[in-house]
């Protein structure tokens, strides 16, 4: 348990409604053995105030013509689309009243932004189902469930996959095109299951998720797409601008037509190069394993639980609620099953910093299994009312439920994108109902809605 604000004379405890930066050595001993790294400053800066400078900078203008180029024109708001510090309605909405409705520079990019929503509303309709294959694989290629040793180190000696790897693990972060390319590597080039790439990706995507990560590796490996999806060299050298082909002295294994790549992959049992490489073992789940002093929580009939999808003080549940104590949960046992890197953790404590320093009281920051770490919180406060923003991610709703038995938990709806009701299959024919709410006309009939 974190307590917030500045030491009381008596007790060593903090006084509610002293808000100071959250201190990170506390927090990197609280979870100790839960995330990879070394504790220290985030490399890209989180919180609210942030994501709304990058939305004040960024003009989409290029967005439809560069999208797919690695240093093409994106926003690089999605880690903050995915913590809840903006919304996508605000983007679209803010972004609406900067450039009017100039259909060629917004039209593309909210068109992208609304894959966002879409994999939300898969998520909700899944849950946890949305963790295995939602439909029948389109091709024969077995698929193994482990972390190969070259993956985990960076070193498979291809310069394209290495330095996608390297920008994941040092950056937390990788372009959806090299996102793309690189599951096509993992699940089809080297026969390994999905479901263990996403989990790779989760730990240390800034924006890894559940909805928007399963769905896409899904994507790519045929289990939510009509078919599996792959690249060659040429596709990879034109939308990196070459630099990773310049220095390859590698045997490519990219380096073929698409037809040719067609028969290796996926007319033969075996993927080419499955079977190669080590295995790193992953840590197992446990219990939260901690133990310490309860919440220092003020007294109070409410609490909010500000999750890891509603980090914003535009929020429903803080808005709702301005007088009540704020608690934030790190889910301990997840945490040991799947560590994180630590820039995942800084990025989620700027967060809780910027949500502090806008409201003037602090978030109270505890860990262990969700349900009872929070449990314990709204305990302290005597609190009998637990709010939070409603979402479908499935710790948070699962322990929301088991919360509903002691306590009165109230779920405040989140602005949608676009209302489409029914089961979401395929992108295109939910753009043919959502395009008119997100951008005000009617989709294009007949056009290619590719990721």
């Not at 500045?6 to 839960?34: H, K, Q, V």
């Not at 602005?415 to 009701?421: K, P, S, T, Y």
């Not at 753009?431 to 009939?445: D, I, L």
């Amino acid at each position: 348990m974190i307590t917030r604000g500045r030491p009381g004379r008596a007790t060593g405890a903090y006084e509610w409604g002293m808000s100071r930066p959250i201190d990170r050595d506390a927090i990197a001993r609280l979870l100790e053995g839960r995330f990879t790294g070394a504790p220290g400053p985030g490399i890209v800066r989180g919180g609210r105030s942030e994501a709304l400078r990058l939305l004040e900078a960024y003009d989409p203008s290029g967005y439809g013509r560069g999208r797919n180029h690695l240093r093409g024109p994106v926003s690089r708001l999605s880690p903050y689309l995915r913590h809840g510090m903006v919304s996508p309605v605000e983007v679209r909405d803010r972004l609406r009243e900067r450039f009017g409705a100039d259909a060629a520079r917004l039209d593309e990019f909210f068109r992208q932004l609304a894959w966002r929503d879409f994999f939300a509303k898969v998520l909700a309709w899944h849950g946890r189902g949305l963790e295995d294959d939602i439909e029948e694989p389109k091709h024969p290629v077995p698929r193994e469930r482990r972390l190969p040793l070259d993956i985990a180190e960076g070193n498979t000696g291809l310069p394209c996959v290495d330095g996608m790897l390297g920008e994941l693990y040092s950056r937390g972060y990788l372009h959806n095109h090299a996102r793309l390319w690189f599951a096509a590597y993992w699940c089809h080039f080297r026969g390994l299951d999905w479901r263990e790439g996403a989990r790779l990706f989760r730990r240390f995507l800034l924006d890894g998720d559940t909805a928007s990560n399963s769905s896409s590796w899904q994507w790519v490996e045929g289990t939510f797409a009509s078919k599996p999806y792959f690249m060659n060299r040429e596709n990879i050298e034109n939308f990196s601008g070459g630099e990773w082909c310049r220095v390859c002295r590698a045997a490519c294994p990219f380096d073929k037509s698409y037809p040719e790549l067609q028969r290796i992959l996926f007319g033969a049992s075996l993927a080419p190069l499955a079977g190669r490489g080590g295995s790193a073992a992953a840590p197992g789940p446990a219990g939260d394993g901690l133990a310490g002093p309860e919440p220092a929580m003020p007294r109070a009939g409410e609490i909010v639980w500000v999750h890891d999808g509603a980090m914003s003080w535009e929020s429903p549940a803080v808005r709702a609620n301005p007088g009540a104590p704020l608690v934030f949960a790190f889910d301990a046992p997840a945490m040991r099953a799947e560590p994180p890197a630590w820039h995942r953790v800084a990025f989620m404590l700027d967060g809780l910093d910027d949500l502090t320093a806008r409201l003037g009281r602090p978030v109270e920051v505890v860990a262990g299994e969700l349900a009872g770490a929070v449990g314990r919180a709204a305990d302290a406060a005597g609190a009998g009312v637990i709010h939070l923003d409603a979402t479908a991610e499935p710790a948070v709703a699962e322990a929301a439920s088991r919360l509903g038995e002691r306590f009165r938990v109230v779920g405040h709806a989140v602005a949608a994108l676009a209302v489409v009701e029914g089961e979401p299959r395929r992108f295109s024919r939910y753009w043919e109902k959502a395009a008119p709410q997100v951008t005000g006309r009617r989709a294009e009939r007949g056009a290619r809605w590719h990721r």
